[in-house]
């Protein structure tokens, strides 16, 4: 019997549809333990979704909603009897299911035996199958399953169907909640939403209607319903019910489907293809006129990028539509839904007047990223999230080049170094770190796929695919891939079997697997021999693996962690000019070293890596690293990515004692005189990281900031603290990072540029409109310097406070929290933190706390919040990889075994609910545990370094 839409409503209102849980009506058949495909974690390889048709039927007033879902299905190979799709936490109507045999018009009934959750079979299961079994094996052939289903919008969490909000305030001081319905469905969250054949490889075309009805005194009139296609006709607005039905769309994954329902108002334009036809572009966003003006840089950039990327991908793009929505709360920054971005609205809106540069480029390279997904990602999809990297790592790589062509005058190439490699690197170096390419198991390392390996690291091997591959070659095999697998998936060796033909070098496969499954990555030493043959010279070539801690007892790999390195170098001959060299390969299967030999060149240094263009460290013989520090002194290292590169390498092999940490301390000497903003903040941030390393001694301590503040002081002097209209994007980067930090560093509250940050601020808080334009690129140095230098009654913290509590812009809401939590004051740093926690916390619960670990002193009292709290946080984030993450990462800090011991503990006790921040919980403790070692072998020797400097080598 089929159960009508009525009834499964009366269902809906009478079971209490809960989190994570499976709930049904009386299952048809009987209940026991059987072994079956439920047992995987994977979908059965014989049966592939192949058409949607969905009815979704939402109550605004109760946030519950029911749906119809009819899924057509390919069954190839043998015979089988049951039929396997993914839910979630939804009401399914199992007497209600039917399955049918289809063969061209004719539609056949199929007897159904049973059906029943996977758990009902073996409760330890958490694989989310809803199983139909036929009374009788089937053969190959077309069939089709119904399912009626109830769920419930999510109103605590921003995943699956969620409710978000903001709000609307009016001139009479009236403020009034306004609510919009949207999706976040990746990695496993379409699941939650309707049953679907959950996995990405399961590409199908999708038909959806949705049917909307509002309570009375809502106009309707001023809401729509979007997807991610068209609408096939106009939608019906009567009674108190809109109805929208959209065009089928393209074959997509169960990750991508997307609808939203708000009272937003959009700005249109339209972007004209190579071949004549077109591309309805919209921005959505709040209908107050503040947010709708900041909705225009989207639009500004969006044809210029897709542009871009039709002649990168040498593809159109796909769809007749491109709509954008900037959603008051969102999970992420951004989701790559195909034809229905959703983004948090600091990631797509930005006020000409009052936003910062900072904000304008974190606008334009999000937008970047989630269009780049529209080919790679959504067009070709990985055919499992072991090869999450190839959409996020490819997509953060190709953000550049979409940058590159909205913003031309930016210069953004220069910035993918310091950005993408320097961040990957980092994270890769831990023992804790992990292959590209990772089998998973569970939908909570799904979630925990989504991090900096996937995203940074798989950026970076995608640039220097691309590098030591020639940009012609690399697009002639991207081109080639592409053709081969649109509407489809594939597999990371599909990638580099489609770039090999297009190279011609070496093998573009066997290459890569060494960076794609193994971790980690090398150091390259490269050592000058200028006496065997006078005259010319020797560079011996070795690698080892470079790894920050002690591996782990069962770290191996199949590669024995050796790569295949492209080696390019840059040189200086004696008496001579600076040149480049030809890129060598020191292969994983050569002997211990390579020799090149220069003739007739002797060569006073080398630098490797030229240009930071692959994903590899550079270590040198001592006199190198001397020839090479006088090299930054003198100028003659001119690339700025080059003079980053060596001084992260430096510190890196620095931090596990290969080069002397003093060598690499004395080689920032010369900073006062370098004033390219890439280089400063590199140095800046490595100066700043070794005095945290010895900030339990007062004098090192002092020292280190007074030797910041001389660092900064020539950068200061000669900048003002107003924006130009027309200078590069790297001044406004330089103007805030080094009046921020000086400010800091001075610890004088009569200092002339403090006392302006000081003016500033009083002259802001009495008129935020008015005055925010005036400080929009200095406004995080005048919020952190007016809370570091509050007085006793925490005056500007109160204002500042209220501030927050009055702003509507969530990127001015994430400077004020991180300002507030640098008070020295715990008494109003602990009221933050319970504020924190009621309905209308500004930018999310989670950040306060993190901001007062990350941006403060107060890292032991984070760590007691953190502990007190856990509960609370973990029922609103543990399903959410990166929020979970950046919570469970706050202890990282601590640098005893005592504080190890401590923090293991805590989280060994925290498996029922600590979700997606498992893995993370590996990664603190690795990193408190290289703490210790960094303490133990480093400490005295950086605490007498920043001690024993006098004035004048300041």
């Not at 109550?59 to 899924?71: L, R």
């Not at 503040?290 to 989207?298: G, K, L, R, T």
């Not at 620095?654 to 940490?661: F, L, N, Q, S, W």
């Not at 979700?915 to 605490?943: Q, Y």
Request: glycine fraction near 4%; include cysteine; hydrophobic fraction near 35%.
């Amino acid at each position: 019997m089929r159960i009508s839409i009525g009834t499964l409503i009366g269902i809906c209102a009478l079971v209490q549809v809960s989190e994570g849980a499976i709930i049904d009506v009386p299952t048809r058949g009987e209940r026991d333990t059987v072994d079956g495909p439920w047992d995987n974690i994977r979908l059965p390889e014989n049966i592939a979704a192949k058409a949607y048709t969905m009815t979704l039927n939402i109550n605004w007033g109760t946030m519950n909603y029911t749906g119809v879902q009819e899924v057509t299905m390919e069954v190839t190979g043998d015979d089988t009897k049951y039929f396997l799709i993914h839910t979630s936490g939804l009401v399914i109507d199992k007497t209600a299911t039917t399955l049918h045999k289809v063969v061209g018009d004719v539609v056949t009934d199929l007897d159904i035996k049973r059906t029943f959750m996977d758990t009902e079979k073996k409760p330890e299961l958490r694989h989310d199958f809803y199983v139909v079994e036929s009374t009788d094996a089937v053969p190959a052939g077309t069939y089709k399953m119904i399912i009626f289903f109830a769920g419930q919008v999510q109103t605590e969490k921003l995943t699956g169907i969620y409710r978000s909000k903001y709000i609307r305030k009016y001139q009479d001081d009236t403020e009034v909640p306004i609510y919009q319905i949207s999706t976040d469905f990746e990695p496993v969250d379409a699941r939650t939403a309707f049953p679907c054949f959950d996995e990405p490889a399961q590409k199908a075309n999708w038909t959806t209607s949705i049917k909307v009805t509002f309570p009375p005194g809502i106009d309707i009139n001023e809401y729509n319903i979007l997807s991610n296609m068209p609408l096939k006709e106009a939608p019906t607005k009567d009674n108190q019910i809109i109805s929208a039905k959209f065009k089928e769309s393209v074959p997509m994954s169960t990750y991508l489907v997307c609808f939203a329902v708000s009272d937003f108002i959009f700005k249109e334009a339209v972007h004209t293809r190579a071949d004549g036809s077109t591309v309805l572009m919209r921005v959505h966003a709040r209908r107050e006129p503040e947010f709708q003006a900041s909705a225009s840089y989207a639009l500004k950039v969006t044809p210029a990028i897709i542009k871009e990327y039709e002649k990168f991908y040498k593809v159109n793009y796909p769809l007749e539509k491109l709509d954008q929505i900037a959603l008051p709360e969102f999970n992420s920054g951004a989701m790559e839904n195909w034809g229905l971005i959703t983004y948090r609205e600091s990631s797509l809106l930005y006020n000409p007047v009052t936003s910062s540069t900072a904000e304008k480029q974190r606008v334009c390279s999000v937008i970047a990223h989630e269009v780049a997904h529209q080919w790679f990602g959504n067009l070709v999809t990985m055919a499992w999230w072991n090869d999450l990297w190839l959409n996020e790592g490819f997509a953060s790589f190709v953000e550049y080049y979409g940058i590159d062509a909205a913003e031309p005058t930016w210069n953004i190439l220069d910035f993918f170094y310091p950005d993408e490699v320097t961040t990957a690197m980092n994270f890769d170096s831990s023992p804790s770190s992990h292959p590209i390419s990772v089998q998973v198991s569970s939908p909570e390392e799904l979630s925990g796929l989504f991090d900096t390996i996937s995203y940074r690291k798989g950026s970076s091997i995608n640039w220097m695919m691309q590098k030591f591959m020639g940009d012609e070659n690399f697009a002639t095999g991207l081109e080639n891939y592409i053709a081969t697998n649109k509407y489809g998936n594939a597999y990371m060796v599909d990638l580099f079997d489609a770039l090999n033909p297009a190279y011609g070098g070496v093998n573009v496969t066997k290459v890569m697997l060494t960076w794609t499954l193994q971790m980690g990555f090398p150091y390259v030493t490269a050592a000058l021999d200028t006496t065997t043959t006078p005259g010319s010279t020797i560079i011996t070539l070795e690698q080892n693996r470079f790894l920050v801690g002690d591996a782990k007892e069962d770290d191996n790999s199949e590669f024995g962690y050796k790569w295949h390195i492209p080696f390019s170098y840059v040189y200086k001959v004696k008496d001579g000019a600076v040149e480049t060299g030809v890129t060598h390969w020191l292969m994983a299967d050569d002997e211990s070293s390579k020799t090149i030999t220069l003739e007739s060149k002797e060569l006073e240094w080398i630098k490797g890596n030229a240009d930071g263009n692959f994903y590899y460290l550079s270590n040198y013989e001592e006199a190198t690293w001397t020839a090479l520090a006088s090299a930054l002194q003198n100028g003659e290292l001119t690339s700025a990515t080059d003079k980053t590169s060596l001084v992260y390498d430096v510190f890196r092999l620095a931090e596990t004692a290969k080069v002397d940490y003093k060598k690499a301390l004395d080689m920032t000497k010369y900073a006062k005189a370098e004033s390219e903003y890439v280089v400063l903040s590199r140095i800046l941030s490595e100066v700043l990281t070794a005095g945290d390393g010895v900030k339990s001694d007062e004098a090192a301590y002092t020292e280190l900031w007074k030797y910041v503040a001389a660092m900064l002081k020539p950068r200061v002097v000669e900048m003002t603290w107003d924006s130009n209209e027309n200078e590069p994007i790297t001044s406004p980067k330089m103007r805030d990072m080094a009046l921020r930090n000086y400010c800091r560093a001075v610890k004088d509250k009569s200092d002339a540029y403090v006392v302006e940050a000081l003016n500033k601020f009083t002259e802001f808080a009495k008129d935020p409109a008015g005055k925010k334009s005036g400080i929009k690129d200095v406004f995080t140095t005048v919020m952190r310097t007016a809370i570091i230098y509050d007085d006793t009654e925490n005056t500007n913290w109160h204002k500042m406070w209220k501030l927050l509590q009055d702003s509507d812009w969530e990127a001015d809401q994430r400077i004020y929290i991180a300002a507030l939590a640098r008070s020295s004051n715990t008494t109003v740093l602990r009221q933050m933190i319970e504020d924190s926690f009621s309905e209308d916390a500004k930018a999310g619960t989670w950040r306060y706390l993190y901001y007062v670990s990350y941006h403060g002193d107060n890292y032991d009292l984070a760590w007691e919040l953190l502990q007190s709290r856990w509960d609370e946080y973990a029922v609103q984030y543990n399903t959410t990889s990166f929020t979970m993450g950046y919570l469970v990462q706050i202890p990282e800090v601590f640098d005893t075994q005592e504080m190890y011991d401590e923090v293991k503990k805590f989280f060994d006790g925290k498996e029922s609910n600590i979700g997606t921040g498992k893995k993370t919980v590996e990664e603190t403790l690795a990193k408190i545990k290289s703490n210790i070692k960094w303490k133990k072998e480093h400490f005295e020797s950086v605490k007498t370094w920043f001690t024993d400097l006098s004035l004048g080598s300041k």
